[in-house]
């Protein structure tokens, strides 16, 4: 069945950088759009980046400039680098496929936490 497992969450400081990575399995991952999704607490989860299986990007205006989103197709793994991270960035960030109506999905990996804090 499909799995997505997210990693590489952690504490750090503004300004600072993190790279996330997202590892799917029971999908067809070369052709998959995917994307990376956050919740922070109390507040509705939201769509960050996306990327298409060519590497078109898109992102959240909220990110653009500071987070990068990319993919191996070879390790069936999607990546986001975080950068100039700001108290606003911590959340549970999440990956799973792509779309405006991502709320109806009713599977999500256990996500991983991204604490920005000095």
């Known amino acids: 069945q499909v799995r997505f497992v997210e990693s590489g969450g952690g504490l750090v400081q503004p300004g600072g950088s993190l790279r996330l990575s997202c590892t799917a399995s029971g999908i067809i991952f070369s052709t998959s759009v995917l994307g990376w999704y956050r919740q922070a607490p109390g507040k509705q989860r939201e769509l960050v980046a996306g990327i298409t299986s060519g590497s078109i990007v898109n992102y959240a205006d909220a990110v653009k400039g500071r987070f990068t989103i990319s993919r191996d197709n070879a390790k069936n793994t999607v990546y986001l680098q975080l950068n100039s991270l700001k108290p606003e960035d911590s959340a549970v960030y999440f990956c799973?496929?792509?779309?405006?109506?991502?709320?109806?999905?009713?599977?999500w990996g256990q996500g991983t936490q991204v604490t920005v804090s000095s």
């Open positions: 799973n496929f792509y779309a405006k109506d991502y709320n109806r999905y009713t599977y």
